[in-house]
């Protein structure tokens, strides 16, 4: 039979080819008629009044906050409204959600809302994507700009605020497909789907770009602490935030009707907090804020660029020694190569080659780790002939149970990525944590047997205490101190090295067994550190 069909289309090659027209416009027609079907569909679900009936978008009703909103106790910083439990369904906004979708986004679906082009219902920062928005991207987009509520309109649109300033509207009002996850949806015409995101404490104590400091007591010399001083009769956090950034300062510092801007100096290090309560009094023209007293000030960090640290170089002459900044991978030794630079001014090295790091300005990434133009040498190695090659180390720990998991993601997810779920609770989370475990252990014991001249950094100190131990870092390393520098390296100290503190996993990883096997390394660590005459590891290393 099939040869009979080819001596048949051999003979006659136009009946060969009308045969492939043929079959590709009943293709065609499938297609056309799958497609008619769904959009009718979603005509159908749109029609619950989110347009004008000429395709035409509808602006949404002006109005206050919602009845079921209430004021959330003291926070820091500015109080903002919470909204009621019971707006806890996810309702329509999750249809076609996976539970593993669910999973990774730790935010809250609480309900669709009216919005208005001219009075927004979100009033932060807002970015389009008519190809490819999804409802996760929209709220890490937020949350990475210290945000409480996410927004979703039009299927495209997304917009932040710390507060919802507008009425709810039916559910059937939201009914637009996200463009970049059909599944979902994200919103409808002048109507917004909102989450409430569930930040980190440290990305919550922000005020859109601008970061929450304290409350201080006003420094003796007010003049020389902060030179430019402005009486704002409507006195807001945004209104005085707005004006420091203008005069490229990096401090916003509010006085009840004053805004004081500056920069972190001696005179106003920042370091002794006050009891917030002390600061608080409502701002004249935002009633949900708080703007200080002129006794005691309330501080913001703008985005304002502090240029006194930023400047970096090559050391003027080859140095004399070779300084290790020895680490455990995802411990931390990208972010202390950062903080290292702003500190003393010269690039760090490395004993590898990062491409992406050399791109994110560490320009000492080429050279070669013996070149003696980096003031000290990014490593992970811990073999006695490499520690050996190094007249000095700097040592950074971590706690291993955060150092594990921080690699992990390095691994899977990039330098601020994260690994899927899939890889947490796949064979390679159990495998890696048998391998690198004991490596953990390893690579401390060999520097504290193998390094000429050790100074121990832990991580969790740096982070809590930065101004006294990068002033022993950089003391360590020969160099003279810039208290000026150091309250600028404050300022600066996250980088790019900072994964969002939105997604994170809803469940502990380790299994007894794991946990076992790793107070054990500790417990070792912690002697071998306390028979050398240094501090053992920190309390909380035993407990994530």
Known sequence: MLQRLQRYFRRKPVRFFTFILVYLMAGSLVFLHAGFMSDTTARGRDSGGAGDGAGNRVLGGH???PGNIRMLTKRHGPSWPKLDDNTSSWNRALKGRSSKDTEEGCAKYIGCYMDDTQRRALRGASFFDYRKM???????????????????EFGAECYCGHKIQAPSASERECSMECK???????????????????????????????????????????????????IIPNMSVENCVDLCTEQELSLAVLAGKHCLCGYPTPHFALHDREDEELCQRRCPGEEFESCGTEEYFIVYQTQAQDNRCMDRRFLPGRS?????????????????RHLIELATGFYTGSYYFDGSLYNKGFKGERDHWKSGRTICIKTHESGRKEIEAFDAAILVMRNPYKALMAEFNRKYGGHIGFAS???WKGREWPEFVKNYAPWWASHTLDWLSFGKRVHVVHFEELKKDLFVQLKNIVLFLGLEVSEDRLLCVEGQK?????????RKLEYDPYTAEMRAT????????????????????????QRR
Do not use: M
């Not at 999804?134 to 979703?152: H, K, M, V, W």
């Not at 980190?200 to 902060?226: H, M, W």
């Not at 790793?518 to 290393?541: A, C, F, M, N, W």
């Open 63 to 65: 109005g206050l906050v």
């Open 134 to 152: 999804t409802i996760f991207r929209c709220q890490d987009n937020c949350a990475e700009r210290g945000y409480l509520y996410a927004g979703l």
């Open 180 to 230: 970049g996850e059909r599944s979902n949806v994200c919103g409808g015409a002048n109507r917004l789907s909102v989450y409430r995101l569930e930040l980190s404490q440290e990305s919550a104590r922000r005020y859109g770009s601008a970061i929450f400091k304290g409350c201080f007591r006003r420094p003796d010399n007010v003049t020389l602490a902060l030179p430019i001083t402005t």
């Open 320 to 336: 004399k020694q070779l300084v290790a900044l020895a680490s455990f991978p995802g411990a931390g030794n990208t972010w202390a």
């Open 421 to 423: 779920q899939a890889h």
């Open 494 to 502: 996250d980088g790019n090295f900072k994964r969002s503190g939105l």
């Open 518 to 541: 790793i107070d054990d390394l500790i417990i070792t660590v912690d002697h071998t550190l306390k028979q050398r005459k240094l501090s053992g590891v920190p309390e909380d290393y």
